[in-house]
């Protein structure tokens, strides 16, 4: 697991994030003369370090007699090591934090194009120009809300592009509901194609981009906005805080989803995609109601019919039914 720094410089980045995860997983006191032993390093560079997290805004205690304590870490950062503790097992991507960014999806696209070979993850918790379908505006709160972008190296038809737009949306569908109650569950919806919507309000917005040579999809980034800490963001959002009435940990919401993508990735790789369908399909909200749609060049009015097992929205207009690949669905 990687984890990088957006602005700043650090003594040795990778070593300081190794005290950390040591402290994280000892959940009690350990001596500079041990934690410089198992990570070859000095005691003075120990100190350095703890210093380093200190100013960040971790609560180190430290004892003469018995060493290093940590008693508590900032709630306002996203800390690669919990998610990863959290996770119970190696990460499935390399993660990359950054303080703040502009857009996770541009910072990943930028990556992409100078060539990584591996999956990772970027993840920030100030994401200052982040944008949603149809170049809108994504507005999140800093150190409450989740923002990141999963950028997968493929070899794929771009006619798979779908399946990753529908897989995302599913795994972020049943992390929500695993922190809300059984009555509220039926208010949670994949709004098509996958936008996540709670009693008609959003609260999760993802947007892909896909990098292609010829027919071929070489990789597809995958960008995620969630609700999660935040509070009164605009009038037709909403936040999980607000759903279930308190805060969460959002380094343990991330490991949540991370195991649901993983499996929903799973299925698609072993030709399995069609559970992956049928759970978004059952899951999908206004099936049956009327609506309204925009195809790009009018706004049809009909009945949400059904989606397709390749993606595709069907709506019902008097006696005529179309399916469409792209477009806004316009709730009324």
Same mark, same amino acid.
């Given at each position: ?27 009690? #006191? ?114 409450? @809300? ?48 996958? @936008?996540? #919507? ?48 308190? +805060? ?14 993983? +499996?929903? #990735? ?34 049809? +009015? ?22 469409? #690949? ?7």
């Amino acid at each position: 697991m990687e984890k990088e720094a957006a602005t700043g410089t650090d003594l040795n980045k990778h070593t300081m994030n190794d005290i950390l995860k040591l402290l994280l997983i000892e959940k009690d #006191y350990l001596s500079g003369e041990y934690i410089a032993e198992r990570l070859g390093i000095s005691r003075t560079a120990v100190w350095k370090h703890i210093k380093q997290l200190r100013k960040k805004g971790f609560d180190i205690f430290s004892s003469p007699n018995k060493g290093y304590l940590l008693r508590s870490f900032p709630e306002c950062l996203i800390i690669p090591e919990m998610v990863e503790l959290y996770y119970k097992d190696n990460l499935p991507f390399k993660v990359i934090y950054l303080d703040q960014v502009d857009s996770t999806n541009n910072y990943a696209k930028e990556m992409a194009l100078k060539g990584e070979k591996k999956n990772f993850l970027v993840i920030t918790d100030n994401q200052t120009s982040g944008r949603g379908r149809f170049n809108r505006s994504w507005i999140s709160q800093k150190g409450k @809300d989740l923002t990141f972008s999963i950028c997968l190296k493929l070899n794929k038809s771009i006619q798979d592009f779908y399946k990753f737009t529908i897989l995302s949306g599913l795994a972020v569908y049943h992390t929500l509901r695993d922190f809300i109650s059984e009555g509220q569950k039926e208010f949670l919806k994949i709004k098509w194609p996958n @936008d996540i #919507y709670f009693e008609n309000k959003k609260i999760c917005g993802i947007l892909s981009e896909m990098i292609t040579e010829e027919m071929i999809m070489n990789y597809i980034i995958i960008g995620i906005g969630i609700n999660v800490n935040s509070r009164r963001l605009y009038e037709n959002a909403i936040s999980l805080c607000e759903i279930i009435n308190k +805060e969460i940990d959002r380094n343990y919401w991330l490991s949540i989803f991370l195991r649901y993508f993983a +499996e929903f #990735y799973s299925y698609y790789e072993n030709g399995e995609f069609l559970k992956v369908y049928e759970e978004w399909k059952k899951n999908m909200g206004w099936i049956e109601k009327d609506i309204r749609f925009d195809n790009g060049k009018e706004i049809i +009015e009909g009945v949400l019919e059904d989606v397709s097992e390749n993606g595709g929205i069907i709506i019902r207009k008097g006696k005529a039914v179309n399916t469409y #690949y792209s477009g806004d669905l316009l709730i009324r």
